[in-house]
């Protein structure tokens, strides 16, 4: 499971088996998780986060969004 990001204590990363899915990211902080789509930018699912971690999250996906969708066609295309 590739690790695309860490910032701030969370981990941005993605599933190796996950090419047949529309581009994601998971982000993990302790044991709390949660998943974004890439196009648009939109929550997928979360667990253990609290609402104000999520905005901030949300915005850490949108700021690396280019990243993580460069990694992810680099990973998926081979």
């Known amino acids: 499971m590739p690790t695309i990001l860490l910032t701030q204590g969370f981990r941005f990363f993605f599933f190796s088996m996950e090419g047949n899915e529309p581009p994601h990211i998971h982000v993990e902080h302790g044991d709390k998780v949660a ?3 890439l196009n648009p930018v939109e929550l997928a699912s979360s667990e253990g986060f ?3 971690e999520m905005k901030r ?3 850490l996906v ?3 969004r280019e990243l993580f969708l460069e990694r992810w066609n680099e990973y998926f295309s081979n």
């Open 57 to 59: 999250l949300r915005m």
């Open 62 to 64: 949108i700021e690396n």
């Open 50 to 52: 609290r609402s104000h």
């Open 35 to 37: 998943k974004y789509w």
